[in-house]
């Protein structure tokens, strides 16, 4: 019984990480139906500020002009939010309720350092990226290169 199993001295639980990808095939119509409500569009990063990607890909995020709900994570279902997947170093893939201005935009340093300090603490346990380093945003809102100590202590 796992009641006196898990008192032992040196007694582990480990799930199959598997089960996470099970998880996230029941849940894909419900979520694809939302997802095809999207209005896409392609943020293009510069070349000399490369995206990250983690092992937690997707990201939702509050839109710029939106006022969060105090304590409220953003969702795939909210006209308020914005859900996007890096797909390359230089592209990022935006779902918006709104039709975007531009099918396809080039990103300012700012506007892709702010998405790889989402993407990063959005992470489960890894993030992937070229190189030595990314460039993110400090807690003041300045590029910095990166990761940072700040950012690793903010991703827990």
Same mark, same amino acid.
Do not use: C
């Given at each position: 019984?796992?009641?006196?199993?898990?008192?032992?001295?040196?007694?582990?639980?480990?799930?199959?990480?598997?089960?996470?990808?099970?998880?996230?095939?029941?849940?894909?119509?419900?979520? &694809?139906?939302?997802?095809?409500?999207?209005?896409?569009?392609?943020?293009?990063?510069?070349?000399?500020?490369?995206?990250?990607?983690?092992?937690?890909?997707?990201?939702?995020?509050?839109?710029?002009?939106?006022?969060?709900? =105090?304590?409220?994570?953003?969702?795939?279902?909210?006209?308020?939010?914005?859900?996007?997947?890096?797909?390359? =170093?230089?592209?990022?893939?935006?779902?918006?309720?709104?039709?975007?201005?531009?099918?396809?935009?080039?990103?300012?340093?700012?506007?892709?350092?702010?998405?790889? *300090?989402?993407?990063?603490?959005?992470?489960?346990?890894?993030?992937?990226?070229? &190189?030595?380093?990314?460039?993110?945003?400090?807690?003041?809102?300045?590029?910095?290169?990166?990761? *940072?100590?700040?950012?690793?202590?903010?991703?827990?």
């Amino acid at each position: 019984e796992i009641t006196e199993f898990l008192p032992q001295p040196g007694a582990r639980v480990e799930f199959d990480r598997t089960t996470l990808v099970y998880d996230a095939l029941d849940t894909a119509p419900t979520i &694809g139906k939302e997802l095809a409500k999207r209005k896409w569009s392609l943020g293009i990063a510069p070349a000399d500020i490369p995206l990250v990607t983690s092992d937690n890909p997707v990201v939702s995020m509050w839109a710029l002009d939106s006022t969060p709900p =105090p304590n409220w994570s953003p969702g795939f279902g909210r006209v308020d939010t914005l859900v996007g997947i890096a797909l390359g =170093p230089r592209h990022f893939l935006f779902g918006s309720a709104h039709s975007p201005k531009e099918a396809e935009f080039e990103m300012s340093v700012e506007h892709s350092a702010h998405l790889n *300090t989402v993407i990063a603490l959005h992470a489960d346990e890894r993030v992937f990226f070229r &190189g030595e380093g990314f460039r993110h945003l400090s807690k003041a809102a300045t590029v910095v290169d990166g990761p *940072t100590d700040e950012l690793r202590i903010a991703a827990g």
